[in-house]
């Protein structure tokens, strides 16, 4: 297709290996932990520290994890990526292009902006996060203006993110909850709203963006919901490394909770616009078993908001906010 004045947007996602193998898992880890922007340590200090320990056990053990929820379309997080592309697309009809990319796998940004950018297109780039930091949105941004820069296209590119309180982004989060609970055939006595973690470290850094936003999420959807707030709690998961990361911590509470009394549990993570090895696994296996082993007898774990039609139409919105 000619890019000549076309509208591209570009969704892009974390990624993921290409397969559920240790050989695979070890290339994105490598090129994921790499990243500057996820760890800030020098690479004098961090890259034998990764190349001779993290990446010596870690694959093998990730990889046995990936196996368990790979399907046969692939990875969770690819399969939910494809779905939103292909939901914007029918939105989208013949008013703009849509393409998606990986901040670290081999679909990447330079290989989508190679195929994709010409010197009259006019490209967009969403992030699939809607909580802002150095390790997500702005490691994407910082790719994108290096590959932008590096063909030729810098004024062509504009970067932009989900507002964490976009009124679609949380009806999508709060129809999900529902569904999970009719579902499931209880409304649970509490609700944890579960989001990645990032040291404490960097959000100083950031004047706690990062965590604003994410209190932000919380607060629209508990009223999206009309849910007590005694009834749920703000939590991070998916710590990596010895310092110390936001908290309260979501696998201490799983054990918590029971203790407190709390028989019926549901989780939402609403740092994750797809479902993949965060939610699947470490949620909804390794969380479920959590809490069962401390007592609890009901565990709801709401899936990723995805190609929900309100969020599909908050990303075009947000990308194209005059359209």
Request: one cysteine or more; charged letters at 25%; aromatic letters at 8%.
């Amino acid at each position: 297709m000619s890019t000549a004045n076309r509208r591209l947007l570009i969704i892009v996602n974390l990624g993921t290996p290409d397969a559920p193998t240790p050989e695979a898992v070890h290339k994105f880890l490598l090129e994921f932990l790499s990243d500057p922007s996820v760890i800030d340590l020098p690479g004098w200090l961090w890259q034998p520290i990764l190349r001779r320990l993290v990446l010596r056990r870690r694959p093998r053990r990730v990889a046995k994890l990936y196996r368990s929820i790979w399907t046969a379309g692939g990875s969770p997080l690819e399969v939910g990526t494809r779905k939103i592309a292909a939901g914007i697309e029918e939105i989208a009809g013949d008013r703009f292009d849509v393409a998606w990319a990986y901040r670290y796998g081999d679909r990447s940004l330079h290989r989508t902006f190679s195929e994709r950018v010409g010197t009259d297109t006019e490209a967009v780039v969403l992030p699939l996060y809607a909580h802002r930091t150095s390790s997500t949105t702005g490691s994407v941004f910082l790719e994108a203006d290096r590959v932008a820069l590096a063909l030729g296209v810098p004024a062509n590119v504009r970067k932009v993110t989900l507002p964490a309180d976009d009124p679609g982004f949380i009806d999508a989060l709060a129809d999900r909850c529902r569904v999970a609970w009719a579902e499931a055939g209880v409304e649970p006595e509490h609700l944890l709203l579960s989001y990645h973690g990032i040291p404490t470290r960097y959000d100083r850094r950031e004047r706690k963006q990062y965590s604003a936003d994410c209190l932000a999420t919380t607060d629209a959807l508990l009223r999206a919901l009309d849910w007590d707030p005694g009834r749920a709690t703000h939590c991070y998961q998916s710590k990596f490394g010895p310092e110390p990361w936001l908290k309260p911590t979501t696998a201490e509470l799983f054990a918590e909770l029971p203790r407190r009394g709390v028989r019926s549990l549901a989780v939402i993570a609403p740092g994750f616009l797809t479902d993949g090895l965060e939610t699947i696994q470490e949620i909804g296996v390794r969380g479920r078993e959590l809490f069962e082993e401390a007592g609890g007898d009901t565990f709801i774990r709401v899936d990723a908001p995805e190609d929900h039609p309100a969020l599909l139409a908050a990303l075009v919105r947000t990308a194209f906010p005059n359209s």
